[in-house]
């Protein structure tokens, strides 16, 4: 296990020959909780003016559609939450408070309404990027950068017109690392994963859906 220092001791980019696979469709098709753990390691990948923005995702939520009260999908499918029905392998991005966007990873077949919310990413590649997208200074505090829902979406450049995009494009995707790097998803086993409720919901609280990667300093809440 990587010590605190050697996650947040760094400014440029870190990895900068990272190797990535994308996921393909059927990885996204599996049952949601499944998913949900396997995606922690693995990177998140936007293209944005000819940079790959590239980050690890350390922390997500499961919702599991009409099962679960505190998922969009609990009541059926609407005009705002439609993406969510889509076949697993889209993002389905939402705004919330009415400030901030939100994105989450459609899972299962299609018409389950099943997703998993990127709560928080290690941020990896273009770096300086992100920074100067969500327009702060991270000199003194990087770990600020991704460590929220929210934070992730400004410093990746996630909104409205991301909706519905295919995680098997070329735009957005989800990749895993094609050789062993002191980095590499497969290195995230079972013991290095902990499951408690998810954050801010009262509504299916019980449930602990939410999964994050032990002791990683970029986890929005511990």
């Not at 000819?50 to 997500?60: C, D, H, M, R």
């Amino acid at each position: 296990m990587k010590s605190r220092k050697s996650y947040v001791n760094f400014r440029k980019d870190n990895l900068p020959d990272l190797q990535l696979e994308k996921l393909p469709r059927s990885f996204y098709l599996r049952p949601t909780i499944t998913v949900a753990k396997d995606l922690l390691g693995k990177y998140l990948v936007r293209k944005y003016n000819n940079q790959l923005l590239t980050g690890k995702i350390v922390e997500v939520e499961a919702y599991l559609g009409e099962k679960d009260p505190a998922s969009h999908a609990f009541r059926g499918q609407t005009k705002r939450n439609e993406v969510m029905f889509w076949e697993g392998g889209h993002l389905y991005v939402y705004f919330t408070y009415g400030m901030h966007y939100c994105c989450n990873v459609v899972t299962e077949e299609k018409g389950k309404g099943r997703a998993i919310l990127l709560r928080a990413i290690e941020p990896v590649k273009n770096i300086e990027a992100m920074q100067n997208f969500r327009n702060i200074d991270i000199t003194k505090n990087m770990i600020n950068l991704t460590n929220g829902p929210a934070k992730v979406c400004q410093a990746f450049m996630l909104g409205r017109e991301e909706n519905g995009t295919d995680l098997c494009g070329d735009k957005i995707w989800i990749g895993t690392t094609t050789r062993l790097t002191s980095h590499d998803s497969h290195l995230i086993s079972g013991k290095d994963i902990i499951s408690s409720p998810r954050v801010g919901i009262t509504n299916g609280s019980k449930h602990k859906w939410r999964f994050y990667i032990k002791e990683n300093p970029w986890v929005s809440k511990k």
